[in-house]
């Protein structure tokens, strides 16, 4: 057996530390999915373990892992299978604390069979406390070399035996080995080894470490080491019901039922009901929880309902049969009778409570087992879970039969005549929009690796790009001439797996190109000798979209459906590719897009919030808004486990639906109780108290249109004949990760949209676009909405900033603002705790806070009951659970504050989470001052009464 012993000896400076941000005490907490730890400060990581492996030729490894919590202690054991060779191994071991600032480590590799394998390690990284920092490599022979941090790609040494690291030239931390050690490194980790090359049956290989830290740390092993992360916290009650008399309910508020009006349609970019304007404020619902049982569509339609909830985005019902829709089993355009008959009880529902219904049928459509009947290529894709065929993202866009496929899906439902409300689909009014095709863009990665994987789309796309080249050029030599040789056959199509045979006689000239190869900056480097190739590929498939989706939208209007009508909501890149894109989907009508903030792939996240930097994450989607078209955000949330969600409400309603002057808003998830959510059940819930808990308020203010739209726009200006040229004449960004999206525009920095509104207008020649300067709107230290109705107090952490709201009919507080006073036009409001969003309200559809009574709204976090979470970003359990799922209750965070209202005549009651007026008095003073403590009282809500009202 051959013993590799490693001593880690960690001595963090306290001054060093101070310098970047950080402060004691720290943390170490160990992760419960696999024992490897973090080192914690007050804001961020340190350093951070983890441990990874690869097979031969880097091929994957089946592990499974379990970790136990002992005193003081975490113990770990991975089985492992090489996916390649099938030999097993098992890796054992543990993190101890053995004294107040130092952890012990010891693993054990046991191979069960002999095998090849590139690496096992145990993997280290500087957290954001060291970024900017740099470490020492000393080797044996006593030499060193200087890396910044965090590491980058290359060796550090195979004979390292220690290393210093250091910030702002302040020694930070010292590894170092008993002996002579091989480390390499790769996305920003020090990899070492326990095993490399070759792992041999009955030969184990072990790895010890210890972790001194100069100060005392706290070490959390697991859950249950944790104190109580709520204490404080109150328990919001499970099935809840708002009764229709309550101040909290807006029932009344909607007109039912949905389209008594007729058609809510566009109007530039506005949209109109009976020729008034409309905001459209709703939710999703997602695969066959768009078909609930009766008596659970009456439940959401009500609550629905009594949250000013007016429309509802049903998306994905036709993914499929079973939890995916109400397809049946066997066919994407044949629909279950049973499963349809609960869908149209559900539609007649929220129709009935004044909640009409955007229909967004599939993720993308996925053919089932008897739809190769009239795609007979189906078998060119692989197939899902359930069998049916799973084309992925970017296919329909050259595949006639798989748009004909989703026409007729189309058609079948818009022709349906729906029992319970004697209409056909087509005819309802409630209908509100009809979606063609969710999250997809021709210009995405998708549709590059449909045509690798499926040759009839390949040579359909081959077809159709040469035919478009010769009306182009008309010859080969002209062809030739305008892109290159070296463009033809090119590496483009070998990165993207794409046979290198294009032939012009053959018509076999592939449109090939992604993102990354329509970015400028590529195009002008890397790319360059492709710039014609990839000018006119984009130009192609702009217009192949175009086409696809004028045919999509001729079918639906064909079944007699006469409302509005979206492209898709996807993204394509930036700069060209983009606004190809968006122009594409401005031709149909409403630009729709999806944001989301926060999420986490593991027990750390940064729990940042967007108030730090105004206009950034979800509100930035407000970059894509196009001159003289309604504005949507069909998916947004914050994504769980970040904890600010009460913020998106706040900025959406305000800035969003607000200042900019969108239209509509779905917030995202996929089902609800028809209630309030008895725990936090997955990354996106709309109905988690510290969300839809503020709309009360929220929805208040946007139905009524307490806050203006600017009066301002600021214009950036596209042409489109100038691509040819690579010009846009401002630079876009987008960068993507996953759903998560942040967009900035050099000629409108991201405070403007604090300030005025934004918008693209698409233009007959180039002109120039100016420069917004957010500084001339500054009002002390933030940024004043053109409307003087919102300030936005940015922060300086990722946890820091505030908004505030002042209007005749809703003033509020949103945000980092403790022990700040803001004084707004009727009211004082000053927060006492750290975060919070404290809404006055009017209560009624006409009143104001002068004329009417104030519903009180006051929400910070939430969390389960049982959540142990550490310095609010590590998360050793996210609360009691039975099987895999949380049990709650939802606890929520108390929120303080101290209000003067205007009024001193006034009584302040406490209301229950239900809505009703309690007995329970809040003690007012003669000048109209009181506090409000949902942790004293229980309850987010509150009721001012004017007893001369």
Not at 773 to 801: A, F, K
Not at 924 to 939: C, P, Q, R
């Amino acid at each position: 057996m051959r013993q590799l012993r490693l001593t880690t000896l960690f001595f963090l400076i306290i001054s060093a530390l101070a310098h970047s941000g950080t402060s004691s005490p720290l943390a170490v907490a160990a992760n419960p999915g696999n024992g490897m730890i973090t080192v914690l400060t007050e804001k961020s990581r340190l350093l951070y373990f983890d441990y990874y492996d690869w097979g031969p030729d880097w091929s994957g490894v089946h592990r499974n892992n379990s970790t136990s919590e002992a005193d003081d202690q975490i113990n770990f054991t991975y089985e492992n299978r090489l996916a390649r060779t099938d030999a097993e191994f098992t890796v054992e071991g543990f993190w101890k604390a053995i004294d107040s600032n130092q952890l012990q480590f010891e693993a054990t590799l046991t191979p069960k069979q002999s095998s090849e394998l590139i690496q096992a390690q145990f993997s280290l990284q500087s957290g954001e406390a060291l970024d900017g920092g740099k470490a020492l490599i000393h080797n044996s022979d006593g030499q060193f070399r200087e890396v910044s941090l965090p590491f980058s790609r290359g060796l550090l040494g195979d004979d390292v035996v220690s290393i210093e690291f250091f910030l702002n030239n302040e020694s930070v931390a010292t590894l170092s080995f008993n002996q002579p050690t091989y480390i390499s490194a790769d996305r920003n980790e020090a990899r070492i080894a326990i095993a490399r090359d070759q792992i041999y049956e009955g030969q184990s290989e072990s790895l010890d470490m210890t972790l001194t830290l100069s100060q005392p740390f706290q070490f959390y092993p697991g859950p249950e080491s944790a104190p109580d992360s709520q204490a404080g916290w109150y328990p919001f009650e499970q099935n809840v019901v708002i009764s229709s008399d309550s101040p909290l309910s807006m029932a009344n508020w909607l007109d039912s039922p949905a389209g008594k009006y007729g058609r809510i349609v566009a109007d530039g970019d506005r949209l109109l009901r009976n020729n008034n304007e409309i905001k459209l404020w709703g939710t999703n619902l997602s695969f066959n929880a768009c078909a609930p049982n009766k008596d659970l569509a009456d439940k959401r339609a009500a609550f629905y309902a009594a949250m000013g909830i007016n429309s509802v985005r049903c998306h994905k019902y036709a993914q499929g049969p079973g939890w995916r829709g109400i397809t049946s089993d066997r066919s994407a355009v044949i629909f279950d009778p049973e499963e349809l008959d609960k869908f149209d009880y559900f539609i007649s529902a929220l129709k009935n409570h004044g909640i009409y219904t955007k229909l967004s049928p599939v993720f993308i459509i996925n053919p089932g087992p008897d739809d190769i009947a009239t795609i007979p290529y189906l078998n060119e894709f692989a197939k899902n879970s359930n069998g049916w065929y799973d084309p992925k993202h970017g296919s329909i866009y050259f595949s006639p039969e798989l748009q004909s496929l989703l026409i007729e899906q189309f058609t079948n439902l818009l022709t349906h005549r729906n029992p319970y409300t004697g209409l056909t689909y087509a005819e309802d009014p409630a209908i509100v929009y009809v979606e063609l095709y969710n999250e997809d863009s021709i210009f995405f990665h998708g549709t590059a690796r449909a045509l690798a994987r499926s040759s009839t789309l390949r040579a359909n796309a081959g077809n159709l790009f040469s035919q478009w080249l010769k009306n182009k050029y008309q010859t080969e030599s002209a062809w030739i001439e305008a892109w290159g040789d070296k463009a033809i056959n090119s590496s483009i199509l070998r990165n993207q797996k794409i046979p290198t045979d294009e032939n012009w006689s053959a018509d076999r000239i592939y449109p090939i190109g992604n993102p990354w190869f329509f970015d400028p900056e590529n195009i002008s480097t890397s790319q360059s000798p492709f710039k014609q190739r990839l000018y006119d590929t984009m130009e192609f498939l702009h217009k192949q979209q175009n086409d696809v989706y004028d045919r999509l939208e001729l079918s639906v209007r064909e079944t007699g459906y006469t409302g509005e009508i979206i492209s898709s909501n996807w993204v394509a890149g930036r700069q060209m590719s983009h606004f190809y894109n968006l122009y594409s989907d401005s031709r149909i009508g409403t630009i729709d897009r999806h944001n989301y903030f926060g999420g986490a792939s593991g027990p750390y996240h940064s729990n940042s919030s967007m108030l730090s930097k105004p206009g950034s994450g979800i509100l930035s989607s407000g970059l894509h808004q196009v001159a003289d078209k309604p504005f949507m955000l069909s998916e947004w949330i914050h994504t769980s486990p970040n904890e600010w969600a009460v913020e998106g409400v706040s900025i959406i309603g305000a800035y969003g639906m607000g200042l900019q002057g969108w239209d509509a808003s779905y917030a995202f998830q996929n089902r609800d109780t028809g209630s309030f959510s008895p725990a936090l059940r997955d990354s996106w819930d709309v109905t988690a108290p510290n969300f839809i808990g503020l709309f009360p308020a929220v929805s208040r203010q946007v139905l009524r249109g307490d806050i203006h739209q600017s009066g301002i726009s600021h214009t950036m200006n596209v042409h489109l004949p100038s691509f040819q040229e690579g010009k846009v004449g401002f630079e876009l960004r987008e960068i993507t990760s996953g759903d998560i999206k942040s967009t900035t525009i050099d000629a409108f920095p991201s405070e403007g949209l604090g300030i005025v509104r934004s918008q693209i207008k698409f233009t007959d020649v180039f002109e120039e676009t100016t420069l917004f300067n957010p500084e001339n709107h500054r009002v002390s230290n933030g940024y004043s909405s053109s409307t003087d109705e919102l300030i936005w107090i940015p922060g300086d952490s990722e946890q820091s900033g505030f908004i505030t709201i002042d209007t005749a009919a809703t003033q509020a507080v949103i945000g980092f603002a403790e022990n700040k006073l803001q004084t707004l036009s009727t009211s004082q409001i000053e927060l006492k705790s750290n975060f919070g969003a404290v809404y006055l309200t009017a209560e009624s559809q006409s009143g104001t806070l002068d004329s009417d009574n104030i519903l009180i709204t006051a929400i910070s976090r939430a969390r389960n009951a049982g959540a142990s979470i550490i310095k609010d970003r590590f998360i050793l359990s996210a609360g009691t659970r039975s099987r895999h799922q949380p049990t709650g209750p939802v606890l929520l965070e108390p929120v303080i504050a101290e209000i003067n209202f205007s009024h001193s005549n006034i009584e302040v009651y406490a209301l229950d989470h239900s809505g009703v007026v309690t007995e329970t008095m809040i003690p007012v003073g003669e000048d109209g001052s009181f506090t409000i403590n949902t942790g004293l009282y229980k309850t987010p809500y509150y009721w001012i009464k004017k007893l001369n009202h």
